[in-house]
Every structure is written in structure tokens, then in C-alpha cells.
């Protein structure tokens, strides 16, 4: 049985993802910790109108029943437990992002926000970019080091204590990557105003 | 290498002779430094059975490879010892300036073992050790004896106990800087039973850094994000830690009378607004800390260090005291003679209760604020009332009958925070390894402030993860050793590439966090060693069992069973609460069994 809490803050950060076009009608998942267990989205539901049976609780490292029902990003969202402390992920696909992971090895947000609290987003690349285990452990890999990455061509991964948190980081990636793209359109020399911009691309 | 000095100091009382050696560098990457060191090596040092109280029990100082770099917070330092109030591991940390002085000495980490046949003082100059006598110095008051030693912030620091420490109270306190304090669990009875009453520093080591720009950038990193973080720019600096005296009120989390209540009527007049307007004469800061949230404080008595938010509420909401003058002065006494203010308040508040309702002789009462500083004087010296109280609360009610009146866990008196009504913290109390403990991971940045981010403070299901998480975490910072209060603006992360850039080694988030939990996982792995079980993995039965009538925890006891048990599944221990071979294998413990 699934706590009401719980349930009411998946509901309500799908519901934002799909309004925010983060995600396509049946895209997406979400999962939080639970100790030994996750919770994350039934396949097929749809992330923007999450209902309680949509939600699936399983082990991180067992397998029960569970499995027979959960997104099929299970395993990266697992292997991101066993790898991170993170207590809840958001996996979504950000359009603009995703054009931006297409071209380059990671992303260096120009705006204040997103440079004050990413720095920078690595960009990992896997041939089969969905439910394999190669690219659960690239994705774990990177997320040692960063909050949220980007699978090239695919979409992001966050991770946060709360769903609300990972939300945040994919929120403002999508932010900047809109920003970096109407400047690219506005096409006039970029004025630097932050100190020590150039260690943002060690970070 | 980079990091560490890469030097142990080993003292020895009995002879007063002392050795020099090198820190063995594969457990310093394990454990870092502070509580992870102090850890390992009590692990070895004092195995079980030892009397806390006697010549076998150590002490062990430990700074970290931050410790004196310049990084925000890198002040503080760790005592561990075998705790003589709860049998526990213990260690206690403290900010000023004697940790970073204690660095500059060029030690990692200093144990001091045996007893002296008499009273002594050390003094380290650099890396000379010299004892002296201290006969005509027992019996001195900490204020006094600090200056007589010499303290000097950024020269010369000084480290000793008061007359609580030499009676061997167990709720004494080691003080450092003249009002810093590793307060908890009784440190200051295990110095006073090896009669040393003061260890004073001089060095000029500077600590090295392998990557300066990095750290640099980090460095200007942390600085934006103290100044932009409410929290370590505004709250803290303009009304100190008691700024959670109104916050704590009004959720129904502060306890009160013994934790009979769960609000406090006369929380505005003990406030840190209260504070603020009326008795602040500046605020202080620790060496290399931005954020500035001591307080010094006035009245027509006393000037000094303090109060804390813990102490004006053991003095004041948990004795039903609305009276700020006579809780400052009772916070400065304390300082004075060398008492842990939580397990003292707190102590008073249990006798308070036992006498209210005639299961002890006493005149003692809630409210009467003209009792505190006679009952800290008698504590101290184990005089009258003091006799009783001088072990703490839990020893109190045990001996007249009523061990349950004791607001604490594995016998550490619990702090502030109410679990009630911080369903997070009650799990954190009653797993905590030190005892009734807020600084083990606490829940009101997660349950209350919102920092890193709110979540439901009811919320049973899925807390113990958060409670995971940030118990791990604070052994992590506590290993480093930090102030937890960077943690209120910056993130963990950070910590981790700061602690690469000064040390060459690369440590991500998670690497971190996993050296927290080893840290947490070996100090299980010595109370089990101790005869501790599951069975003292809990809270007393009145926040079990009764529930506030009114308020905003109205109705909430602390849900602890379904908590304790995702916790066990959680850690990766078994249904007793015992780490698996395979969670030892995976944090390099398997090799201490």
C-alpha cells in the first residue's frame, strides 16, 4: 500500500512535467526511495495524469512482482540508487535540451540561474539509449558527479531528495537551454558578467 | 601528501611521555579525518567493557583535511572517547578556533591515553609537547583558567575542563576557546578522570592544497551561495541559532516541560527576535566563517558566548522558564564550569517533573527560574540536588523509580525538536549512535525549513530514506569537519570537489557520502560490540505513546516500528538491526570481525 503523500507528489510533478512540454503524452518516469524499495510509474501510464494504481513499489536490488508492472527504465533507476544517494529521479525528455545534447559532449548554461546552480551538464551517449543495462551504468555514472545529465538524444536524468528537487534541476536545464538558443537566434556577441565563468566547463 | 599532515600524536599520562607516528594513510582515505578517524581508531583502542571512567578509556582529537585551508567552516574539530554517560561511542565536535590552531601544530590527529597521578596541563608548540603541573590550576573555572593559559584566537588556543569535569560528572563538557564546547555525552568526565585540565596550542603549519584554483572557485562558489541562502545570510548572522525558538513553536515540535507539551506560551519571550532586540550586544563568528550566528549576548549579570537555540530551550521551554536574563546567565554558568547545557536543562526538567508529582523530595518546580544557576553550582560540584543530577536525567529517574520520565535515548538527553510532530526525527533519536542526538543528521532542515527541499513532517512511509541520507551526510561533514550549517547553502557536492581539490584525491558526491556511512556503520558496529541491541533503538514511552492534545501535533506520536523497520531494510541490516556481511564487505568493515 502506497501512502497517499507519496502518491500525491508523483501526481502532481507528472501533472508539471506534461504542462511544462517536458514530456509526450506517455513519457517519462518518475521513482523515490524507500529504503530497500522504490517507487516508480507503471509502464504506460501517462505521467500527466498519474492515478494511485499508476504507481509501482518494488526492491532496488530484488526482484518481486513488481517488476512485472514498472516503467521500463526500471533498471536505470535502480542502478542510480545503488550508485548515488539519491532518494527520488526525474527522467523526462526537454526538447530543447535534447537538440542541444545532439551537437555537444555537455552543456554550459549562459544564464545566471542555471550557472549559479548546475555549472555544467555532461552529456553521455549509449547506442541503446533505452532499459539497457550499458546505458543505466553510463547514466549512474555520470549522476556520481552531477545532479542531472543529459542522454544524448534521449533525454535527462535528475536526482534530488525529492521529486520536487529533481524537478528543479530539469526545470532549469530546460531554462537555460531555451536561453542559449534565443541567443544563438538573437546571434550578437555574448557579454561575459560572471567571474570565473571559465571554471564552469571543470566543474 | 596534500590534505593531511600525515602525523599522530600519542600521549601518554601515566608516564607523561609521548610518541610521534604516521597517520596510516589508507584509513585516512577511508575515513577522512574528525569523526571517521576518531572512529576507526577507537575501534582498535578501547575494546569492550572498558570503563569510560578509568585509564583505558582515551581520548582522541582529530581535525580534518579541510581543517585550517581557508574553506567556510574550517574550524571546527573532534573529540571520540567511550561515552560515561551512555556507554556509547561518542564523539562531539566544536567550532572557534582551537581546531585550526590544533591543525597548524601539525598533527592529524592527537590520542591521549592513561591517567596522570596528579593534576597537568599540556602545551604543544608546533610540534614540541611539554607538560606542566597543574595542581594550583584544579578547581579553576573555565573563564578564568583560559586566560590565565594564555588564549589567544589566532595564536594560541586553549582546550580545558571546569570543576563539572573534575568531579567526573557525566554530563561535563570539554570547553575550547573559552565558550566552545564538545559538550555531549561527558567528554569533560573522561579528561577529569585522567586529571587533565587543559591542552593549549601554538603552531604556524600551514595546511597545503593540491589544486588552488579549484579551490579558489569553490571557495567564491560557497560565498555566493552563503550570501544568497536566507538561511546562513539573514537568519542565522541577525538572530543566531534561537531564530528556531518561534519556527520550532509554532509547527508543535518544541518540547516543553519534560516534553509534557509540545508548544511553549512563553516562546516569544525566550526568541531569538526577543534576543536580538534586547540583550545582543554583537554577533561573532568561528575562524573562517561567513555566516556569523554566535551570540554575544548581555545582562546586568553576565557578557559572553551564547545562548544557543538547544540551550535557551533546555533552560527555558523544557523548564517551563520564560525568563531570557536568567537563562542567559544560566547558559554562561554552565560554560563556566564545563556542562553540556542540553542533558543539564534537561536533567532539571526531569527532576522538575519527579518533584512536581512527589516521586522526589525536592523543592525544584517548572517555571522557577530562580532555581537554575544553584541547581548548575550544585551539578558541578556534586553538592546536595547536584549529587542526583550530576549524571543526568536518565540516571535521575532511574533511581527514583521512574526511568521513563527521562526525555532521552540509550540515555543522552534528546534535544529541542519534538518528534511528535518530525516524524523523521523521532527515527533519528532513537537511531542515533551517540544517544538522544539533533546533530547526527538532523530532520528540521528536510521537515521544518525546507532545506534542500519540504517534505510532509507527518509522512511515516519513505522517511527513513531521508533519515539515511542525512544521518550519512552528517557523518560526512562530520569527518571532514565542517559546521553543518554550509549544508543549509551549500550542497554536498561541493564538499566532495573541495575535498579533491585539497587533498589531489578525487571524491564524487556519492563517494562521500559513502565514507558518512561507514562511519555510521562502524560506530553501530561498537555499541553491538557493547552489548547494545535493537531493543535500545527507541524513545521513551511518552512519545510513543501519548499524543499532544492540542496544537498543531495534535493527535501524533512518533510512528516508530514501521519507521525502524524500512530502517533496518534501508541500511542494509538484518531485522535486528545488525549490518549484513554484505553491507560490511561493500564499506571495506568486514575486515574488523
Known amino acids: 500500500m502506497i501512502d497517499t503523500r507519496i502518491y500525491e507528489q508523483f501526481r502532481d510533478i507528472g501533472r508539471d512535467l506534461y504542462t511544462a512540454n517536458m514530456i509526450s503524452s506517455h513519457a517519462g518516469n518518475l521513482s523515490v526511495r524507500l529504503g530497500d524499495k522504490l517507487v516508480i510509474k507503471r509502464r504506460g501510464a501517462m505521467l500527466g495524469q498519474l492515478k494511485p494504481h499508476d504507481l509501482v513499489e518494488t526492491g532496488i536490488e530484488k526482484n518481486d512482482s513488481g517488476v512485472a508492472l514498472a516503467s521500463s527504465e526500471l533498471l536505470a533507476h535502480r542502478t542510480i540508487y545503488m550508485s548515488t544517494p539519491a532518494l527520488a529521479i526525474v527522467h523526462c525528455h526537454p526538447r530543447t535540451a535534447i537538440a542541444f545534447s545532439l551537437s555537444r559532449d555537455e552543456i554550459v548554461p549562459i544564464d545566471n540561474e542555471a550557472a549559479y546552480l548546475l555549472k555544467k551538464i555532461p552529456v553521455v551517449a549509449e547506442e541503446f539509449a533505452s532499459g539497457t543495462p550499458e546505458m543505466a551504468n553510463k547514466v549512474a555514472n555520470a549522476l556520481k558527479d552531477y545532479k542531472i545529465i543529459m542522454l544524448r538524444g534521449h533525454g535527462s536524468f535528475a536526482t534530488g531528495q525529492t521529486l520536487e528537487e529533481a524537478f528543479l534541476w530539469t526545470s532549469i536545464l530546460e531554462e537555460a537551454c531555451q536561453i542559449m538558443l534565443y541567443a544563438k537566434l538573437i546571434d550578437e556577441p555574448f557579454i561575459e558578467y560572471r567571474k570565473m565563468s571559465e571554471s564552469y566547463t571543470k566543474f | ?593
Request: charged content about 25%; hydrophobic content about 40%; overall charge negative.
Open chain 2, 1 to 593: 601528501m596534500a590534505g593531511w599532515s600525515e602525523k599522530v600524536l600519542e600521549i601518554d599520562l601515566s608516564t607523561q611521555t609521548y610518541k610521534t607516528y604516521p597517520l596510516d594513510m589508507d584509513m585516512a582515505r577511508l575515513y577522512i579525518g574528525g569523526r571517521g578517524l576518531g572512529a576507526r581508531l577507537l575501534w582498535d583502542l578501547v575494546g569492550p567493557g572498558v570503563d569510560p571512567l578509568s585509564p583505558e578509556n582515551v581520548l582522541i582529537f582529530t581535525n580534518g583535511p579541510l581543517t585550517g585551508t581557508g574553506y567556510q567552516t574550517s574550524n571546527r574539530f573532534s573529540v571520540t572517547t567511550k561515552s560515561p554517560l551512555t556507554g556509547t561511542i561518542l564523539d562531539a565536535n566544536s567550532g572557534g578556533f582551537w581546531g585550526m590552531q590544533f591543525r597548524k601544530t601539525g598533527y592529524d590527529v592527537m590520542i591521549v591515553r592513561g591517567k596522570s597521578d596528579k593534576p597537568v596541563w599540556i602545551e604543544i608548540k608546533n610540534a614540541a609537547i611539554t607538560f606542566h603541573d597543574a595542581s594550583d590550576l584544579w578547581g579553576m573555572r573555565v573563564f578564568a583558567l583560559t586566560e590565565k593559559l594564555g588564549q589567544n584566537n589566532n595564536k594560541r588556543n586553549v582546550l580545558c575542563i571546569g570543576p563539572a569535569g573534575e568531579n567526573l560528572s557525566r554530563i561535563a563538557a570539554i570547553m575550547n576557546d573559552r565558550e566552545r564546547a564538545l559538550a555531549r555525552g561527558g567528554p569533560g568526565a573522561v579528561m577529569g578522570s585522567k586529571n587533565l585540565k587543559a591542552i593549549v596550542v601554538e603552531g604556524k603549519d600551514r595546511p597545503e592544497i593540491v589544486d588552488k584554483d579549484q579551490f579558489k572557485f569553490l571557495l567564491y562558489e560557497a560565498r555566493k551561495s552563503l550570501a544568497q541562502s536566507p538561511l546562513t545570510s539573514q537568519a542565522l548572522p541577525e538572530f543566531g541559532t534561537v531564530v528556531l525558538m518561534n519556527i520550532m513553536n509554532n509547527v508543535g515540535a518544541l518540547a516543553t516541560r519534560n516534553h509534557q507539551q509540545t508548544q511553549f506560551e512563553g516562546a516569544e519571550a525566550i526568541s531569538g527576535e526577543e534576543l536580538t532586540d534586547n540583550y545582543l550586544v554583537r554577533n561573532a563568528s568561528c575562524w573562517a566563517c561567513p555566516i556569523g550566528c554566535t551570540r554575544i549576548s548581555r545582562t546586568e549579570k553576565v557578557e559572553g558566548e551564547g545562548p544557543e537555540f538547544e540551550s535557551t530551550w533546555a533552560f527555558g521551554a523544557q523548564c517551563g522558564i520564560a525568563d531570557l536574563p536568567a537563562i542567559i546567565e544560566a547558559n554562561a554558568l554552565c560554560n563556566d564550569l564545563g556542562l553540556d547545557t542540553i542533558s543539564v536543562g534537561s536533567t532539571i526538567a526531569c527532576a522538575m517533573e519527579l518533584s512536581e508529582k512527589n516521586f522526589m523530595d525536592s523543592e525544584l518546580r517548572f517555571g522557577r527560574a530562580d532555581q537554575l544557576a544553584p541547581t548548575i553550582e550544585a551539578i558541578a560540584t556534586r553538592s546536595d540536588i547536584g549529587a542526583d543530577l550530576a549524571d543526568g536525567s536518565l540516571r535521575l529517574a532511574t533511581k527514583y523509580g521512574h526511568p521513563e520520565l527521562s526525555m532521552s535515548s540509550k540515555g543522552l538527553e534528546m534535544p529541542a525538536y519534538d518528534p511528535r510532530g518530525m516524524q523523521g526525527q523521532g527515527l533519528l533519536y532513537a537511531t542515533s549512535n551517540r544517544g538522544g542526538c539533533h546533530m547526527r543528521g538532523n530532520m528540521v532542515g528536510p521537515e521544518v525549513l525546507g532545506a534542500p527541499k519540504l517534505i510532509d513532517r507527518f509522512q511515516v512511509q519513505g522517511k527513513s530514506s531521508f533519515v539515511i541520507l542525512h544521518q550519512n551526510t552528517a557523518a560526512a561533514i562530520d569527518s571532514l569537519v565542517l559546521c553543518k550549517f554550509t549544508n543549509y547553502g551549500v550542497a554536498e557536492e561541493y564538499f566532495a570537489r573541495v575535498l579533491s581539490a585539497v587533498t589531489g584525491i578525487k571524491y564524487s558526491t556519492g563517494d562521500m557520502i559513502k565514507v558518512g556511512e561507514r562511519v555510521w556503520n562502524l560506530e553501530r558496529l561498537y555499541n553491538l560490540r557493547e552489548g547494545f541491541t535493537n531493543k535500545d533503538d527507541t524513545l521513551p514511552p511518552r512519545l510513543l505513546n501519548e499524543a499532544p492534545t492540542d496544537g498543531p501535533s495534535k493527535g501524533w506520536v512518533v510512528q516508530l516500528e514501521p519507521m525502524l523497520k524500512e530502517y533496518y531494510r534501508g541500511r542494509g541490516w538484518d531485522e535486528n538491526g545488525i549490518p549484513t556481511k554484505k553491507k560490511l564487505a561493500e564499506l571495506d568493515l568486514e575486515v574488523l570481525l
